[in-house]
């Protein structure tokens, strides 16, 4: 028991003589000297982490190290931007407590260059005693630049789409549309699927509009993205758009084929027939001749007329005489002609009905009631199955 204690209270002795004369260094792992970063929608987080080491190695806590802060100190245009205390407890960044390395995430209050450097408060063991001690490291640089990030406008949040569908989406910086030209840009549109990458595609580029078209393997829901990536003093830089949940489905058929199936029946439906002409055998004296539905045809003096729909002719004399036939009827018709009076017999021997043919544009009418039924319903079908469509953008 007595070795003991004298053999730790060397090495207590010794380790004090060696953290008198030892060389202490402040050390930024990240960021590194330059390194750039670039703010799209938001501020970037820049992960700021340090250690305090030991003649180049970090040393255990506890042994020579009882208490130890770590602060980064931001500076921009040599003023004081910011305090930012670094951690050592697994959270803020940090991925495992207590190894020495403290760790922070930092969010720039604006774009330009900055200056860092990171404080240690540290209570160290000298000479059986515990004394408190300040180290610094050295200044190192970065920059926060201004970059292009893409705005998904099309297709909509929570629309329904096919499962090809065109995007459209727009180039932003400091919230105004970017139109510079920049040969280092690239642009991708990305479909996402329980959190996983499904497919992806190239946009195209023209102005501050990207375009372009992705097709999804099946139907189902979609969260879709777009990345874009841009060089910055040989560093590429990347921001991508919120997501946007989608549901994909197949082009409804149903309403097309009901309407389609309604046409069918409705062009099948017999059109309203065209009214009856009739044809008209008529006998003048010893003329007999046909006269067309409508025709008019002067015999002996005498004019007659043909009616178009009825089995009926008209006959006028010389004298303005007139007399309406019926079908089988004669009869004797006299007037004056110079000095003498002259007599003609006239006979409307019969009258053929015809029936003609409805015209190509007659058929396509609604003439009927059952064709105005299935028209409507046609119609009415198709319009729902237009409006569906709509909704599928």
Not at 95 to 119: H, M, W
Request: with cysteine.
């Amino acid at each position: 028991m007595m070795r003991f204690s004298i053999f730790s209270l060397l090495l207590t002795s010794l380790l004090s003589i060696a953290s008198s004369q030892a060389n202490w260094q402040v050390v930024i792992d990240q960021p590194k000297e330059g390194e750039v970063f670039g703010w799209a929608q938001t501020s970037p987080s820049v992960t700021i982490q340090a250690s305090l080491q030991l003649n180049g190695k970090i040393p255990l806590p506890n042994e020579i190290v009882k208490r130890l802060f770590l602060t980064a100190q931001v500076f921009a245009n040599d003023r004081l931007l910011d305090n930012v205390p670094l951690w050592d407890d697994g959270t803020h960044g940090d991925k495992k407590a207590k190894d020495g390395i403290f760790t922070s995430t930092y969010n720039p209050p604006q774009t330009g260059e900055f200056r860092l450097r990171v404080r240690a408060q540290a209570d160290l063991v000298q000479n059986g005693k515990i004394v408190t001690k300040e180290f610094w490291s050295n200044f190192l640089t970065f920059k926060i630049l201004p970059i292009p990030y893409p705005k998904l406008v099309y297709p909509e949040p929570a629309s329904k789409t096919r499962t090809t569908l065109s995007v459209r989406a727009r180039l932003m910086v400091n919230n105004e549309p970017f139109e510079e030209r920049d040969e280092t840009l690239q642009a991708r549109i990305i479909a996402q699927a329980e959190g996983k990458k499904v497919t992806e595609a190239t946009l195209r580029r023209k102005g501050s509009v990207l375009t372009g078209k992705i097709t999804l393997p099946r139907r189902g829901e979609y969260q879709l993205l777009v990345t874009v990536s841009v060089q910055r003093q040989g560093k590429t830089l990347r921001a991508q758009s919120e997501l946007v949940t989608i549901q994909a489905v197949h082009i409804p058929i149903f309403w097309l084929i009901v309407g389609c199936f309604l046409i069918a029946i409705y062009l099948l439906l017999p059109p309203k027939e065209p009214p009856l002409r009739y044809r008209h055998q008529v006998r003048v004296g010893q003329n007999r001749f046909i006269l067309e539905a409508g025709e008019r045809r002067s015999v002996n003096g005498i004019e007659v007329v043909g009616a178009k729909d009825k089995p009926e002719v008209t006959v006028q004399t010389p004298e303005g005489l007139r007399k309406i036939f019926q079908e089988q009827q004669n009869q004797q018709l006299s007037w004056l002609e110079g000095n003498q009076r002259r007599i003609v017999e006239v006979t409307y021997e019969r009258a053929e009905p015809l029936r003609g043919k409805p015209s190509i544009f007659a058929r396509l009418l609604p003439t009927t009631l059952w064709r105005a039924v299935f028209f409507a319903l046609a119609i009415s079908s198709l319009i729902y199955w237009c409006y569906q469509l709509q909704q599928i953008r």
